[in-house]
């Protein structure tokens, strides 16, 4: 043997003689994922595992744990059980209020308790929830404010718009001590726009902003579509992206091999796999599932086989059909939907959920 060559893709980035390489002219927060091959007079092996890794240099905001369990919080009453934010467990790290409404004018937020839900829970003011946020902050927890929700019809397309939301945004952060923004637009966004918004909040916030998503299974099909395109444009400010694993029917995965059927653990991880095949990091990815019966139209599946999705994405193993390409051992977390329902179900989804990702080396 003569010694090594790197591997980026079909380009070599260096060649060494020794068992260590140093690849430079790398751009902060960037994903290279290398392979190996030892080469002598004779030609080349075949190439070893793939490894991944990111630069330092990472904005994304909040102080948040290494794995991630975050849960949408009902500021409204349906079939689920009506809760206060101070009733929300432990096991949750990242609580997203559902939601914060279009006003009139273009862009802007708003956000007040809903008064079906203060009658429903025996009275809730508007100053017991801001002292619920803050007490759920000195628990460590983070609070997002989600913008948008199945009905929501917030639309930032234009740069006084992308100001205007900017502006709601941060005012209603200060009011209610809200960590960050989370972007669940389900009726479409402008990319461009909403990109120009959130780095307009981020200025003003400061770098501790948290920044999530949850798009629809379909909004995060191929780099072109909005969402996606969104995602990747503020992938240096972006914390992570829930995308809503359910309420899709089949889709294709990142091997574009056969469309999967929702409520399958192939169906979790080869539409993950899309994500991080893509350009995000596995620490800006989350799995989105719903808390339990009721909780959505279609795509729900035991918490074990959430947890065995993660265990498929992050080392490869309890997969099922689907084997992703490589392990992405820094996968962030699950997202449900909701807490709400998680209470429903006798918290069954958090307690099964959480201590899995504690597990997680």
Avoid at 160 to 174: G, I
Avoid at 230 to 255: P, W
Wanted: proline share 4%.
């Amino acid at each position: 043997m003569t010694g090594y060559r790197v591997y980026e893709g079909t380009a070599v980035k260096a060649t060494v003689t020794g068992t260590s390489a140093t690849i430079g002219g790398l751009g902060a927060c960037e994903t290279h994922t290398y392979t190996v091959r030892a080469y002598n007079a004779q030609g080349e092996s075949a190439a070893g595992d793939p490894v991944t890794a990111t630069t330092t240099g990472c904005t994304g905001g909040g102080t948040l744990p290494a794995r991630v369990l975050t849960g949408y919080w009902h500021n409204f009453v349906n079939q689920a059980a009506e809760l206060r934010l101070s009733a929300v467990p432990d096991e949750y790290d990242l609580v997203a209020i559902a939601f914060g409404a279009a006003t009139a004018v273009p862009g802007e937020v708003a956000f007040a308790l809903d008064p079906g839900l203060a009658t429903a829970v025996g009275g809730y003011t508007d100053a017991q929830f801001r002292a619920d946020v803050q007490a759920l902050r000195e628990r460590g927890k983070k609070v997002v404010l989600s913008v948008g929700g199945e009905t929501g019809r917030v639309q930032v397309a234009s740069a006084a718009a992308a100001t205007r939301f900017a502006d709601s945004v941060h005012a209603l952060m200060r009011t209610y001590g809200f960590d960050g923004v989370d972007i669940d637009l389900e009726n479409g966004l402008n990319a461009t726009y909403m990109a120009q918004a959130l780095r307009s909040l981020r200025a003003q916030a400061g770098p501790g902003l948290i920044i999530t998503m949850a798009p629809q299974t379909i909004d995060m099909q191929s780099t072109g579509m909005e969402y996606f395109k969104l995602a990747l444009s503020i992938k240096d400010i972006l914390t992570i992206v829930h995308t809503q694993f359910y309420n899709s029917g089949s889709m294709l995965g990142c091997d574009q091999a056969q469309a999967y059927a929702q409520g399958s653990v192939d169906f979790i991880t080869a539409l993950a796999c899309l994500q991080l095949e893509n350009g995000l990091r596995p620490d800006q990815v989350a799995l989105g599932l719903p808390a339990g019966p009721g909780a959505a139209g279609g795509g729900i599946v035991a918490p074990s086989v959430v947890n065995r999705a993660l265990d498929c994405l992050a080392t490869r193993t309890n997969c099922g059909g689907f084997v992703p390409p490589r392990a992405y051992p820094d996968i962030r977390g699950v997202m449900t939907w909701s807490i709400n329902w998680d209470a429903s179900h006798d918290w069954s989804f958090s307690k099964t959920v959480k201590p899995h990702l504690e597990g997680m080396s």
